[in-house]
């Protein structure tokens, strides 16, 4: 086995194909490598829904799209596997090893292939394992790096957002008559009926939380085929809640947040762009572990400690963690974090 001690390499390929808070959470392990290896080339393997996250990046070169669609044919995958993996890499960080990504690895001449331990059928696509290490996800990344002399710090995921970016937020808040005031992104949804706050209960702590600031504004986020389910919450919420005609893009969206006093959502990809952004979130969790949520007082997951949670589980007949867990018991934390938020943004 080869002594990475010694390892210098030119050309890194990082496999993280989804979804896409997993591929912002690998960019804290994109970082390290980086500040370990300042000349390295890093290239990243990732579905091409999930690109967007990476765009900007200046630790990242080039990054290899996934198109489920163009890759249908089993033979136009593999030729893309075999041109992914041949392109002279000397360094293969597999975060996943799902199928896709072992293809890649299997195709190339990497002389070093880092990943967590593989079973006992897929050892001899790798040179070398580490352990998995529990806790917030970032952190488990980049215990796959362990091997190399890296460890993480405490370090966020990273979203790089434009000037044209960040102006598409300035003229949004103009547009909407935010300045000055507090605004808060909601994302009520998530396509797991275990993971997805009643809207009735998002709706109710919008307005809790405006008893005490009645300048306070909320923009209802949604993705493809959830417009629906965000105008329950603008029509629960009542005033001062809203919807955008038409839907953000990812980018747009995280540069809204960036502007916004705090995020209040579910255990979903807006959650990670918060962090990322450096505002204030609270996620109802739900049947989801506490692994997905940043160690920070200015991030916190609420949920309702069942002896069952988390179960992780994608079904459950009475959803008991999300139904017995009220506005009323999120306020005081939401409330804090609104107030943090304001003086971070410097409101009012």
Partial sequence: MRNLDTLSPKRILVCQLRQIGDVLLS????????????????DVLTEKKCMPVLENN?????????????????LKALAYYAKVGKDGY???????QLPRCKWVVRFSNAPVKLSFPPPWYNRMLYTHWSPIVHGYAAKCKAAVLNPLGIQWDGEKPELWLSESEKQFAKDFIEKH????????????SHRRETRRWPT???AGLIKLMKETHPDMHAVVLYGPGEKELAERVVAQAGADTFITDSMLSLREMAAVQERATMHLGNCSAPRHFAVAVD???????????SGWGFPSDEHISATKHL???????????TRECLEDFTPEDA?????????????KKKLG
Avoid: H, M
């Fill in 27 to 42: 960019t804290p392990s994109i970082r390290l490598l980086k500040e370990r290896y300042p000349d390295a080339e890093i």
């Fill in 58 to 74: 200046p630790n990242i070169s080039k990054v290899w799209p996934i198109d489920k669609k163009a890759l249908k044919n089993p």
């Fill in 90 to 96: 000397d360094l293969i960080v597999d975060f996943q």
């Fill in 177 to 188: 008559d935010l300045a000055g005031k507090p605004f808060i992104t909601v994302d009520p």
């Fill in 200 to 202: 009735r209960y998002f």
């Fill in 279 to 289: 505002t204030p979130s609270l996620t109802i969790q739900g049947a989801t572990g």
């Fill in 307 to 317: 002896p069952c949670y988390p179960c992780n589980s994608n079904s459950c007949k």
């Fill in 331 to 343: 306020l005081e934390e939401a409330l804090r974090l609104l107030a943090e938020g304001i003086e």
